[in-house]
């Protein structure tokens, strides 16, 4: 019988014939040993656990996993909660996940997040303890904070406050390597706010609202505004190459061609989770990345010859609902993914599945329709025909995912989505082909979104390809270019037609008549539409063409005599004035409408670089060549703070207003003249004053030289004495005779 281990003695143990490396135990290796990456990257710790007792626990328990499996997957088992020694719970718990991307997800989504209204999680990973808390860099004794004194942050909107008083707007100005912001100065030269070189690599852009102008470099993204033009923010993604921002400017989205790579140092943002991803998308405020997205690939499209066209790339690749409260990414040919904003937790854990989807859009504005009392975000989206079944037009409210109205259309070849700035009217520019798809023309589908049940009217008198349509902001009128020419790139640029359309007077029961023809513009080159910020004025123009380069400014509501065709429609159409801009290629209005620039952009063409300043009737300030131009943009304003009744009065006394302005403005002339003036007569005295001073040292030298005072009355005195002891003086006439007038008279 062999001993036990209590009574084995060291005699019976043979050293000689025991090798522990001859041992095989690979098996219980393998089944006991701990991976420390699994075992620790699976596990998150909770804080902000409210204070329970031991029998209060499980139900914590229970609440909390309900929480922790919106992320990923974890047990009741799999939750350790420590208790302290008075019987009351620590406030915190371990949780193990099933993965270590599923840990990295609950602290992504979990972290902030209100477990009731007292308490507030707050997630970390557990490998994190080993990250900040390793031997050094953890005091041992307590040393309280410093706090640092209240430091006056900048005004970040004080471009609104015009120091002239006169509500001028900023522009940027990219040329070469310097980057400049500039108050417009109309007819004068712009009054420079800031100039630096080397500001920003590759281009720079306005937020939304005009708080920060947006510089991008190969080491990421840097936001800079206030009076001082410091960084604000600053966004660290490698080799940025695009950004957008959402419409409120809380986030950010960047994006770049090259896939995140993580050295293996670290990063100082961005972690191992983002490792592989092309876009990253930002809370501004904080700085942080709230999640990162790989790069789709988008299916080839085939033309009507099963040629497969050249992918085109989708920016922006989110797109966002108008109260930024959702950020939306399209998987062409399948579904669209919505996200809540902050967390970025996919709306109802799913996507929506759409056959087909080729293309989606938010409304730009929260919409309430008729019937409906709250507010709701809207998007619509197309797919093409698929077997038998036909094309549709969908239109989704969010966040109950209820598609409220959808439209079937057969024929179809393309399909463009275009919102009204209000979102009162969806128009979808539908470009249909004959049986034979030989010819093509097109037909608009009218959605009037904030009217009952979401009527449809279609607009089908258009019997050839629109390349371009533009609703007027704020407004109820629209603007097309069709071609009757083939669309594609072509040696000469197509003929055009310019057509205005805007609705009829309502009739009985109706908010707005139905859409109507209101005038068009033949054999035209214009390929561009540019409305004002503010509606009514609208500049057709002619971009990127060599051969043409016209701007058409047209006033929509001309206060003159309105024809008798056009008595019972909203619009009186007047071509106000044309201008001509050599290589333009690029046209924007400011934001308060009252000025539009066109530009030539050095990206583009190299010849005549600069810009062209027009008032928005049409008539030019100023002309100005800037050699190496790239970019010419307006600063955008936030919405403005006055009620609609507000804005009705000022509407109603703009008379009385105007007249305050042109007087200022009269007065701001007249000081400006006295002033030149003033400058003038400074300059021809201080002339005066030193010509007497130079006469004086001449005097002084000529007396000390022995020369005469006055050298030209003496020369001619020489001159005189010598002609006098010559020869008589001779008088030499020369008689010429001219014909003033010469008659010929024949007598028989």
């Not at 005599?561 to 071509?575: G, I, Y």
């Not at 190299?606 to 800037?626: A, I, K, T, W």
């Not at 105007?658 to 021809?684: G, K, M, P, T, Y």
């Amino acid at each position: 019988m062999a001993p036990s281990f209590d009574h084995l003695r060291e005699e019976d143990l043979d050293e000689e014939d025991f090798d522990v490396d001859e041992v095989d135990i690979s098996d219980l290796r393998e089944k006991y040993e701990v991976s420390l990456e699994q075992g620790y990257d699976a596990f998150v710790v909770v804080d902000g656990l409210p204070v329970v007792t031991e029998e209060q626990k499980p139900k914590l328990v229970k609440f909390l996993l309900k929480k922790l499996n919106t992320v990923g997957k974890t047990r009741e088992d799999l939750i350790f909660m420590p208790m302290g020694d008075d019987g009351k719970s620590l406030q915190f718990a371990f949780v193990e996940y099933s993965s270590p991307a599923e840990a990295a997800a609950a602290v992504r989504q979990l972290d902030y997040v209100a477990l009731d209204k007292k308490h507030t999680l707050r997630v970390n990973k557990l490998t994190d303890i080993e990250r900040y808390g390793r031997e050094g860099r953890i005091d041992d004794e307590y040393t309280p904070p410093k706090i640092e004194p209240f430091q006056e942050k900048e005004h970040l909107r004080s471009f609104l406050a015009d120091p002239s008083g006169r509500g001028r707007d900023q522009f940027v100005l990219f040329r070469g390597e310097s980057v400049g912001v500039y108050w417009n100065n109309e007819k004068d030269q712009p009054e420079p706010v800031v100039e630096r070189q080397h500001w920003t690599e590759t281009f720079v852009q306005w937020s939304p609202q005009g708080t920060y102008l947006t510089s991008v470099h190969a080491q990421g993204v840097q936001l800079w505004g206030g009076p001082s033009w410091s960084r604000q923010r600053r966004f660290a993604h490698p080799f940025v190459n695009l950004v957008a921002f959402s419409p409120d400017e809380r986030y950010l989205v960047t994006w770049s061609n090259r896939p995140i790579s993580i050295p293996d140092e670290g990063h100082p943002v961005l972690t191992l989770d983002d490792d592989g991803k092309n876009y990253v998308i930002w809370d501004i405020e904080t700085s942080k990345p709230l999640r990162s997205f790989a790069q789709l690939d988008t299916p080839a499209a085939a033309d009507e010859h099963g040629v497969k066209k050249p992918q085109k790339f989708p920016w922006p690749a989110f797109k966002w609902s108008a109260d930024s409260k959702y950020v939306a990414r399209l998987n062409q040919g399948s579904s669209i993914s919505i996200y809540e904003l902050p967390r970025m937790n996919l709306l109802d854990k799913t996507a929506v599945k759409i056959e087909g989807v080729m293309d989606f859009e938010w409304a730009p504005a929260t919409v309430q329709r008729e019937g409906v009392k709250t507010h709701e975000q809207l998007f619509c989206f197309w797919t093409p025909e698929i077997g038998s079944n036909p094309a549709k037009v969908g239109l989704m409210s969010i966040p109950s995912k209820e598609v409220v109205r959808s439209l079937n259309l057969f024929s179809v070849s393309d399909a463009k989505l275009h919102w009204q700035s209000e979102g009162a009217y969806l128009c979808v520019k539908v470009d249909r082909h004959s049986k034979s798809k030989k010819s093509q023309a097109t037909t608009l589908e009218i959605f009037r979104v904030k009217e009952k049940g979401v009527p449809v009217e279609v607009v089908d008198t258009i019997k050839d390809t629109v390349i371009n349509f533009a609703w007027e902001p704020k407004g109820d009128r629209f603007v097309i270019i069709t071609t009757t020419e083939p669309v594609g790139a072509t040696a000469v640029p197509p003929k055009t037609s310019v057509s205005f359309f805007c609705p009829e007077k309502a009739k009985k029961g109706q908010v707005v008549g139905n859409f109507k023809h209101l005038r068009t513009l033949e054999k035209k080159n214009n390929n561009a539409i540019f409305w004002s910020p503010k509606g009514r004025f609208v500049v057709i123009a002619t971009i990127h063409n060599q051969q043409s380069s016209d701007l058409d400014f047209f006033d929509l509501d001309f206060e003159g005599e309105k024809p008798e065709s056009d008595k019972d429609l909203t619009a009186n159409l007047l071509l106000m004035n044309t201008a001509d801009h050599y290589g333009v290629t690029d046209v924007e209005w400011d934001p308060s409408g009252r000025f539009v620039a066109s530009w030539a952009s050095s990206w583009k063409q190299q010849m005549e670089n600069g810009y062209h300043l027009y008032d928005f009737r049409g008539e030019q300030l100023r002309e100005e060549p800037v050699e190496k131009l790239k970019q010419l943009l307006w600063r955008p304003r936030p919405p403005t703070l006055l009620t609609k009744e507000e804005q009705k009065t000022i509407r109603k006394n703009l008379r009385e207003y105007s007249r305050v302005f042109e007087q200022e403005d009269a007065e701001r002339i007249n000081s400006a003249d006295v002033a030149v003036v003033e400058h003038r007569r400074r300059l021809l005295e201080e002339w005066y004053a030193w010509r007497a001073v130079t006469e004086e040292e001449l005097q002084e030298e000529r007396e000390i030289l022995g020369l005469p005072a006055d050298p030209v009355a003496e020369l001619l005195k020489a001159k005189t004495a010598e002609i006098a002891t010559g020869e008589e003086e001779r008088v030499i006439e020369e008689i010429m005779e001219e014909v003033l007038e010469e008659t010929e008279e024949i007598v028989s």
